[in-house]
């Protein structure tokens, strides 16, 4: 116990270490359970159990308890109740309610009638409970203290006004004389302040009336209509004269009427409760309308010629339809766009499993052609190279017709496996150490074979001194710029084809290949790296090619760290960027390398 200027405490900071629970559950083997929990959790808790509100509102009116434990769910009381009659009998305790289902207007209304917390009994644990009982203690024992200190507060002030009124009383004493000569006068003052009184009743009256946002209407407890202000003769389409002093509620509010509800608000609001809900009503006897309503309890002391039954009840309420309509529209609206996300997930999938089926497809075909196609480049070359006999200029150009048409070919069955793997997330990288300017070199000297079909010149001019090292994927960067030099060579007529590199400051190496040719429209810059995507369909007639070369220089520059872009002005020609890490991580370093 914690005395503080008078007043008793009745939760105590021992509290927080031995807490008396009191356990309210119709079953017991829950009960015993609990019971465990709170004696691990508190070791010196004192535990006591109840299987019925009954038992435990006799408990809490015989001894004092720190926290009750409550099922809101019992066998004669629900959680409501017991909080109500723990309200109405002024018990000083925490209380957490425990049930088995509920929802948010349930947990509002707990919390309402005076419940701390609010656990499901399939989250009661050792922790969830410790929390929720230390949770109760701490904020019972701040509300005790401040109340105490408000008790000391209030003592403090009852003593100074205690010497005030023994001063106030030997000043009467002497002044009796003084109040005899004015008793005559004591008529007329309170004549004056009754006059106020209906002045100021009066004018209150009116606001009540004239309050626009919500109805009031004022009933004795027979049904008889008390008063009726100017909303509610708007929203019920008739005159206060016509229904003041009826017994109008039935037909006002046939809808608690009917399903017996009035009954049931009627007990409550006795009990001194202010049940609030939504209800149905008539405007003008046709037209329906919902509106939210509280009731209230009316205490008269002296009943009006009107008010012959004295006490009744006041129902404040607010016309909610157009908001309900609202909410309708909106769950309709919601379910629209649920049907339509439900719709967009299933094209997904199927658009995904589309895709699969596609690179499989493309994979399945790729290595089917790829055998035969290498027979066929196999004895093209034995033919070109007299095993089977000597052939003349004209066979031998056939051949080799035959043999660059093939490889022709192949490389484009090389490109759909490798966007095959690319799009199933099986390339991977192998990075090693290599000399870029050897490599640079070779694609000078590869590409160039292209170029000289067509009178180009394939030029690589090294603008670093010093030889530069690299640790990447070798084969995938010299098929990048393979790519890359074999597209400038296509989409020229002259000129020359130029490759430049340029050490970077952040570890990076630029890779530029420069043509002279027809140039890409600003509005392709980005599409030709799409796949089997050229600058229009003319492009592929006349120049030929599958549309892959791009998309897989790309993919592969990002897989080394980098990318590729462009920037081109039409018939002037292009110049393709490539930035690369220099030193590309390992794998093990990179979760991402393979893709």
């Known amino acids: 116990m914690l005395g503080l200027g008078g007043v008793e405490l009745i939760c105590s900071p021992d509290s927080m270490d031995r807490p008396k629970v009191l356990i309210v559950d119709d079953n017991e083997e829950f009960v015993r359970l609990v019971r465990d929990i709170v004696h691990r959790a508190y070791p010196k808790a004192s535990v006591e159990g109840a299987t019925s509100g009954s038992a435990a509102l006799k408990l809490l009116l015989s001894g004092n308890f720190d926290v009750v434990l409550l099922d809101y769910g019992l066998p004669d009381f629900d959680g ?65 203290e401040d109340q105490s200190d408000e008790a000391v507060k209030m003592s403090r ?24 000569l004015l008793s005559d006068s004591l008529e007329q003052i309170i004549t004056d302040r009754t006059e106020e009184l209906n002045r100021t009743t009066a004018f209150l009256n009116e606001v009540l009336a004239s309050t626009s946002d919500y109805f009031i209407v004022a009933c004795s407890y027979d049904g008889t209509i008390l008063s009726f202000n100017m909303a509610a003769e708007s929203l019920f389409g008739l005159d206060a004269p016509d229904v003041v002093g009826q017994r109008h509620f039935r037909t006002l509010f046939a809808d608690l009427a009917t399903s017996g509800a009035a009954e049931e608000l009627m007990k409550k609001v006795q009990k001194g409760e202010c049940p609030q809900l939504e209800m149905a009503g008539v405007v ?42 609202l909410e309708a529209e909106n769950r309709a609206y919601i379910r629209q766009v649920e049907e339509a996300n439900r719709g967009l997930r299933l094209s997904n999938q199927k658009i995904l499993e589309a895709n ?24 093209a070359d034995l033919l070109s190279g007299g095993i089977y006999g000597d052939l003349s200029d004209r066979q031998g150009g056939a051949i080799g017709n035959i043999s660059l048409r093939a ?23 192998r ?50 710029l393979l790519n890359l030099v074999n597209n400038a060579v296509k989409f020229s007529s002259s000129g020359s084809v130029e490759i430049k590199r340029l050490k970077l400051e952040d570890g990076c190496v ?73 030193e590309l991580r390992l794998p093990s370093e990179r979760a991402d390398q393979v893709i």
């Open 80 to 144: 409501i109740e017991v909080l109500a009659e723990i309200r109405k009998n002024l018990l000083d305790v925490a209380v957490v309610v425990i049930t088995g289902e509920g929802d948010e207007s349930l947990a509002v209304d707990l919390f309402r009638m005076g419940a701390i917390d609010y656990l499901s009994k399939s989250s009661v644990d050792s922790r969830a409970l410790r929390s929720s009982i230390d949770r109760a203690l701490l904020r019972r024992m701040i509300q005790l």
């Open 157 to 180: 002030a009852l003593e100074e006004r205690s010497r005030a009124l023994d001063i106030a009383y030997e000043k009467l004493r002497s002044e009796k004389e003084r109040l005899r």
């Open 407 to 429: 490889s022709d070919l192949l490389s484009l069955i090389e490109q759909i496996l490798d966007l095959a793997r690319l799009e199933a997330g099986a390339l991977e990288v």
């Open 510 to 582: 630029e890779l530029t290949v420069q043509d002279e040719g027809i140039g890409i429209p600003p509005d392709s810059l980005e599409s030709i790296f799409d796949e089997f995507r050229q600058v229009d369909g003319t492009s592929t007639r006349e120049y030929g090619g599958s549309g892959l070369g791009l998309t897989i220089s790309r993919r592969f520059a990002r897989l080394l760290g980098g990318d590729v872009s462009v920037v081109s002005t039409v018939g002037s020609g292009s110049t393709f960027r490539v930035v690369v890490s220099s």
């Open 431 to 480: 990075p090693e150490v290599f000399s870029l300017d050897e490599l640079l070199s070779e694609v000078r000297d590869t590409g160039g074979v292209l170029g000289r079909e067509k009178s180009i010149d394939v030029i690589y001019n090294d603008q670093q001194q010093e030889p530069l090292m690299m640790f990447s994927d070798r084969q995938k960067l010299q098929q990048i």
């Open 284 to 325: 003008g006897g046709s037209e329906g309308f919902v509106a939210k309503v509280s009731f209230s309890r009316l205490e008269v002391e002296e009943p009006t010629s009107v008010d012959r039954t004295g006490d009744g009840f006041v129902i404040i309420g607010r016309d909610v339809t157009h908001e309900r309509e």
């Open 356 to 379: 699969r089926l596609k690179d499989q497809f493309l994979a399945n075909v790729s290595h089917e052609l790829r055998t035969p196609l290498n027979a066929i480049m196999g004895y």
